[in-house]
């Protein structure tokens, strides 16, 4: 919940607090409360990009701090919602109204989340590959 502008400032205090009280925890990373938006119309959105970004800093945060991601938490639907501006399809704000139905939070659509969880896939087979070249 850092927020993609942030989480390069906060990330790292936090991750050498925890190590220094010798605990054991869980890191999560929940990308999409610290990225979200409130259009000129007032909708409240999530730009994908920033999503992506905020997940891709906190694997690489956590490496180079000698931690590990070890969840994530998406909000997102098997539906072909329009609730997060971008992705493949390139959704911008005028999309919004085609298919907002969240009552809550905008959610990912099926193909922003495929996108998501191929990104993880990928920034989670780096980290092994790297993890195994340094033992």
């Known amino acids: 919940r850092l927020g ?3 989480i390069a400032e906060l ?29 000129a119309e007032g909708i409240k959105t999530r730009q994908f990009e920033e999503i992506l970004s ?10 180079a701090h000698g931690s590990r991601l070890g ?17 493949a399809r390139r ?20 193909e922003q989340a495929l996108e998501t969880a191929l990104f993880i896939a990928g920034k989670m087979r780096q980290g092994n590959s790297a993890q195994a070249a340094s033992s």
Request: glycine letters at 8%; charged letters at 30%.
């Open 4 to 6: 993609s502008e942030r």
């Open 11 to 39: 990330l790292p205090p936090l991750i050498e607090a925890v190590r220094s009280t010798g605990k054991t925890v869980l890191w999560s990373c929940d990308p999409m409360h610290g990225n979200t938006r409130t259009t």
């Open 54 to 63: 905020e997940l891709d800093q906190a694997f690489d945060l956590h490496a």
């Open 71 to 87: 969840g994530v938490h998406i909000e997102l639907t098997g539906e072909d919602v329009t609730e997060c501006v971008g992705g």
């Open 91 to 110: 959704l911008d704000e005028s999309d919004l109204k085609r298919a907002y139905r969240s009552q809550l939070d905008p959610r990912l659509n099926y």
